[in-house]
């Protein structure tokens, strides 16, 4: 019997190498935990049909002396990632019947070190939510507490992970989407330097703001699956090459506090306890902690939401019902348009398409869109200035914990709000971390988060290490 809750990816391969079980046995311990757990929390869409032939090839690895670290270790894909010959729906009715036809640059890097992809999992239709509730098949549930919400778009990778239906996944971060759904689920999550992890094959929501990350049960293996992505692709356009990716800032020993960020209202009570213990945690192993001044940043979730409407107006305009997807007929071409969308979307994509065209429209454009970019690189050189005097900003991952069904769906600005302490990362384009830190007085995960300078990526996962004391 394998034991799932303690498996890491490091014991799996040794275990493996060892042959106290195969690749095939492990997929099938997976395999069987989604089927008695699934039909609860549906954290998968589909569970792929090809599970037991990937890790039939895996078990070929290991034996021709070709394996690597990740080869057999079975994981979960966002309903958003491209893998050839198989539907990709973003949760979307109007995709359900989309088969991709070729395969993203992330699954691509991980077929080839043998990994097994057991499904794909569900998430806010075309990743626009922080809930998992905008899925346009059902929301699924947080394995922690059913009655709460995993978060949000990545919360079927959280799931999956949380329930022991995976053993690493990959989520996409768009304001928050890996961090959230990881601090809700009491995982690790982490979203890249942008631009380090290849988008080609990700469907685009916001294209300027989106990042593929890993969601997984500790530090040692986000980074492990995070490494093996990691890399540079002359098919995506803001990769950065190899030789760009310098990092080599001296340690200040300082952590950052933007406490211009901080205010009463809205902060649950164990959220702020939580957050001050993880600060004492750094100064018990020899960090300052230091106020910082992040004044243009506190309104990064008031650009976020100028640009991002924008960019998914824009990315939006592909799905007509003329190329692919769901196709309604009509006597015109307009009606082909209306009736297909009118069937194929839901309520918040059609309110952030809307929300971007006018923020794209004439006479509008000056005052909000190009603005809200004049403000994203004023956000850039604010965090540039603060990682002169620290090595890390820290904050909750959100201000709030887990919570019920259909709390935050009747108001969505509150359901935005969920998004206050991620979005600057986005904006920035800098890489941040959540990881699982305390819980609070209904046993609720919380979730701490820090944020580096580009490309410290390395050094954020040694930051959270004293966290998760791992």
């Keep these: ?32 935990e989604i089927e008695r757990k699934n039909g609860t929390i549906y954290a998968y869409i589909e569970v792929y049909g090809d599970v037991i032939e990937q890790a039939k090839k895996a078990d070929k690895m290991f034996k021709d002396g ?20 198989f539907t990709m729906s973003s949760s979307s009715k109007i995709l359900e019947n989309y088969k991709a036809t070729y395969n993203g640059t992330v699954v691509r890097l991980l077929e080839e070190q043998g990994a097994v992809f057991l499904g794909r999992t569900n998430m806010d239709e075309f990743a626009m939510g922080s809930s998992t509730e905008n899925s346009a098949y059902k929301a699924t549930k947080n394995p922690i507490d059913i009655t709460k919400v995993p978060g949000g778009s990545s919360g079927g990778s959280a799931a999956a992970v949380a329930m022991n239906g995976a053993l690493v996944a990959l989520g996409s971060d768009t304001g928050g989407s890996i961090r959230q759904p990881a601090s809700f689920c009491g995982l690790v999550g982490f979203k890249p330097t942008y631009g380090t992890v290849s988008r080609y094959g990700l469907t685009a929501m916001a294209s300027s703001l989106d990042q593929i990350g890993p969601l997984a049960k500790n530090i040692e ?25 310098i990092f080599s800032k001296q340690k200040t020993m300082k952590i950052g506090v933007p406490k211009d960020w901080f205010t009463d209202e809205g902060l649950d009570d164990d959220i702020k306890k939580s957050f001050k213990d993880a600060c004492d945690e750094f100064e018990k192993n020899g960090y300052e902690i230091m106020n910082v001044a992040l004044p243009i940043s506190k309104h990064s979730l008031a650009i976020y939401y100028i640009i991002q409407p924008a960019e998914v107006s824009s990315n939006m305009a592909r799905l007509d019902g003329v190329r692919y997807g769901v196709r309604k007929e009509g006597t015109t ?46 956000v850039k050189e604010e965090f540039e200035k603060i990682f002169t005097l620290c090595d890390a900003v820290i904050t909750p991952t959100s201000p709030f914990p887990p919570f019920e069904f259909g709390e935050r769906m ?38 701490i988060q820090l944020m580096g300078p580009n490309f410290s990526d390395s050094r954020l996962f040694e930051l959270g290490r004293i966290l998760t004391k791992e």
Excluded: C
């Design 1 to 32: 019997m394998i034991d799932l809750t303690t498996l890491t990816i490091k014991k799996a391969h040794q275990a493996m190498k060892n042959g106290d079980f195969d690749a095939v046995d492990l997929a099938q311990a997976y395999l069987d």
């Design 66 to 85: 070709i394996a690597t670290e990740l080869t057999g270790i079975p994981m979960a894909l966002k309903d958003n990632m491209l893998r050839q010959g």
């Design 221 to 245: 293996d986000a980074e492990i699956l995070w490494k093996a992505i990691e890399k540079y692709d002359p098919m995506e356009a803001t990769s950065f090459k190899t030789e760009e990716r």
């Design 333 to 378: 071409l307009l009606d082909l348009y209306e009736n297909s969308r009118g069937e194929g979307l839901g309520a918040e994509v059609r309110r952030r398409i809307l929300l971007g065209t006018f923020t794209l429209s004439h006479g509008h454009y000056d005052a909000y869109y190009a603005q809200a970019m004049k403000a994203t690189e004023l």
């Design 410 to 447: 009747a108001n969505p600005l509150s359901m935005y709000m969920s998004d206050l302490f991620t979005v600057p990362a986005n904006i920035a384009g800098i890489p941040a971390l959540s990881v699982p830190f305390g819980v609070d007085s209904k046993k609720l995960p919380i979730g």
